[in-house]
C-alpha cells in the first residue's frame, strides 16, 4: 500500500462519524451518483428492448370528439370477439385527442398515417371531406363486397368525396392536387349509429368513418363498420 493510501486510511481512522460522511461527499457521492444514473439507464433499456410490444389489431383516430370510457369499452369487447383478438397484447385502441383546428393535431395525423399507425379516421362528414382530398382515405371497394356497399347505400350511409389527384400516393396537406381527384366511395356515415352514441360524446354532428391509406391493420377495418352500422 502506497504512502497516500497508508495515510488516507490513518486520516479516515481519526474522523468521527460526521467527518466521514463529510469525505464520502465530498469525494465519491458524485461518482456514485453518476454509476448509478448509467446503471438505471442501461437496465431501462434492456427492460424496453425485452418487454412485449402490443400487437396492432385496429387503430382509430377521432377527430372532434370525446369517448364515453364505458361505451367505447364495450365497443371494444366486441371488436375483440369478432377480431378474435384476446390476448392481452393485442392493441384496439380510439384515439380521441385529435382537433381538426389544431395545426399540430393535423401534422401528427401525417405523420401516423405516413408509419402505418392508424387504421381508421372518425370524423365531422365536412372534415372528413376535407381529409379525403389530401388523400388520407383508400376507397372501400377495396376492402367490402358489392353486396355490403350496396347494402350500406341503400340505407344512405356511403360518404362519396373527390380524392387527391397524385400517382404516388402519398398523403399532404399542402399538395397542389388536393381534391381533385377522383369522386370515390371513402366513407361511412355513422349518423344512425347507436353504438356510436354509446361511445362518443358529440353527437350533435353527423360522423364518417373511413379505412386510412396505407392502413397495417385494414382489413379489420370492415368489421368496426359492420358494428357501428348493424341495427
Known amino acids: ?52 410490444q402490443p400487437v396492432p ?17 364495450a365497443l371494444t369487447e366486441e371488436l375483440r370477439t369478432v377480431l378474435d383478438a384476446h390476448d392481452e397484447l393485442d392493441e384496439i385502441r380510439f384515439q380521441t385527442n385529435y382537433n381538426s383546428t389544431n395545426p399540430n393535431d393535423l401534422a401528427r395525423l401525417g405523420v401516423m398515417a405516413t408509419a402505418q399507425e ?15 382530398g389530401y388523400g388520407y382515405f383508400q376507397p372501400l371497394t377495396d376492402y367490402l363486397s358489392d353486396e355490403e356497399m350496396k347494402s350500406l347505400a341503400d340505407e344512405g350511409l356511403v360518404v362519396e368525396a373527390a380524392g387527391i389527384d397524385n400517382k404516388e400516393g402519398s398523403v399532404s396537406t399542402m399538395n397542389e392536387n388536393y381534391g381533385k381527384g377522383e369522386v370515390l366511395p371513402y366513407g361511412i ?23 386510412a391509406a396505407g392502413a397495417l391493420k385494414a382489413e379489420n377495418v370492415p368489421a368496426l363498420i359492420d358494428l357501428l352500422t348493424t341495427h
Open 1 to 52: 500500500m502506497n504512502e497516500f493510501a497508508e495515510s488516507n486510511k490513518e486520516h479516515l481512522k481519526e474522523m468521527g462519524a460526521a467527518g466521514k460522511l463529510g469525505y464520502f461527499r465530498d469525494y465519491y457521492l458524485v461518482k456514485v451518483l453518476v454509476g448509478l444514473g448509467i446503471a438505471a439507464v442501461v437496465i431501462y433499456m434492456i427492460y424496453s428492448y425485452l418487454r412485449p
Open 57 to 73: 389489431v385496429l387503430r382509430v383516430a377521432v377527430f372532434d370528439n370525446v369517448e364515453k370510457e364505458e361505451g367505447v369499452a
Open 118 to 132: 392508424i387504421d381508421a379516421i372518425a370524423a365531422p362528414k365536412k372534415v372528413f371531406e376535407e381529409f379525403a
Open 189 to 211: 356515415s355513422l349518423k344512425n349509429s347507436e353504438k356510436w352514441a354509446d361511445a362518443m360524446y358529440n353527437g350533435e354532428e353527423e360522423f364518417v368513418i373511413g379505412i
